[in-house]
């Protein structure tokens, strides 16, 4: 996220994936150069026994629009030649519930309607790790109907690790909810009330959908 240190670790090795103990620096650099991200070595960004160093990044107050991988290189010098290495980083921008269809929903007597929505990021991205999404009737509604969600009861935690440039996103940005008809006789139309609320490291937000329950 914007203003939120990230810390980038590298482990170095030899040709034959053995562990180098003596310290050796490692360079990084920023494969775009963007206003505000700042890079710094922890240290001298030498090695330690383990062959481990660490970086940290900040990244930019906002992110550009368009652009939220941030590619993050490193080198070193091994064998009378550069050893390089690389990996990327997705910068995230503040939440946002979007794509809510249909919106208003109908819910048939002794039936279910499913609502699509999605959870994401100004550059439609996936939120940070420890995002939650929880989605719950309003008021009365409760006595009514009934509301599940497909979004993952841990919340994306490890599930955006190890996302690169060009994955498909959908699984951890687009979700449905549905509603199901309890038993109870209505003589009338009713209006109903669902929120979306999304506790997440990019913000906060909620987004009220609304229905209406037909009576038979």
Same mark, same amino acid.
């Given at each position: 996220?914007?203003?939120?240190?990230?810390?980038?670790?590298?482990?170095?090795?030899?040709?034959?994936?053995?562990? *180098?103990?003596? !310290?050796?620096?490692?360079?990084?650099? /920023?494969d775009e150069?963007?206003?505000?991200?700042?890079?710094?070595?922890?240290?001298?960004?030498? %090695?330690?026994? +383990?062959?481990? %160093?660490? $970086?940290?990044? #900040?990244?930019? &107050?906002? $992110?550009?629009?368009?652009?939220? #991988?941030?590619? *993050?290189?490193?080198?070193?010098?091994?064998?009378?030649?550069? =050893?390089?290495d690389s990996?990327?980083?997705?910068?995230?921008?503040?939440? +946002?519930?979007?794509?809510?269809? !249909?919106?208003?929903?109908?819910? !048939?007597?002794?039936?279910?309607?499913?609502?699509?929505?999605? =959870?994401?990021?100004?550059?439609?991205? !996936?939120?940070?790790?420890?995002?939650?999404?929880?989605?719950? /009737?309003? @008021?009365?509604?409760?006595?009514?109907?009934?509301?599940?969600?497909?979004?993952?009861? @841990?919340?994306?935690?490890d599930l955006?690790?190890? *996302?690169?440039?060009?994955?498909?996103?959908?699984?951890?940005?687009?979700?449905?909810?549905?509603?199901?008809? &309890?038993?109870?006789? *209505?003589?009338?139309?009713?209006?109903?009330? =669902?929120?979306?609320? $999304?506790?997440?490291?990019?913000?906060? $937000?909620? +987004?009220?959908? %609304?229905?209406?329950?037909?009576?038979?």
């Amino acid at each position: 996220n914007p203003e939120e240190q990230v810390d980038v670790y590298a482990q170095l090795g030899d040709k034959y994936y053995n562990i *180098i103990v003596e !310290p050796q620096p490692i360079y990084f650099s /920023l494969d775009e150069n963007l206003d505000g991200a700042i890079m710094n070595d922890s240290d001298d960004g030498s %090695t330690d026994d +383990r062959g481990m %160093t660490t $970086v940290a990044y #900040w990244p930019p &107050d906002q $992110v550009p629009a368009g652009n939220s #991988w941030i590619k *993050i290189k490193g080198r070193t010098n091994g064998d009378g030649e550069v =050893v390089r290495d690389s990996c990327y980083a997705l910068i995230t921008d503040l939440s +946002r519930i979007v794509n809510v269809d !249909p919106d208003p929903f109908t819910l !048939p007597s002794g039936g279910t309607a499913v609502v699509d929505y999605s =959870v994401e990021d100004a550059n439609g991205m !996936p939120l940070a790790s420890g995002t939650q999404v929880s989605v719950s /009737l309003v @008021g009365d509604a409760d006595t009514l109907a009934s509301v599940t969600t497909d979004f993952p009861e @841990g919340g994306l935690n490890d599930l955006t690790k190890g *996302i690169q440039p060009g994955d498909d996103f959908s699984s951890l940005t687009d979700y449905t909810f549905t509603i199901t008809r &309890d038993e109870g006789v *209505i003589n009338n139309d009713i209006d109903i009330s =669902v929120k979306i609320e $999304v506790v997440s490291p990019n913000g906060d $937000v909620t +987004r009220t959908v %609304t229905g209406t329950v037909q009576s038979p």
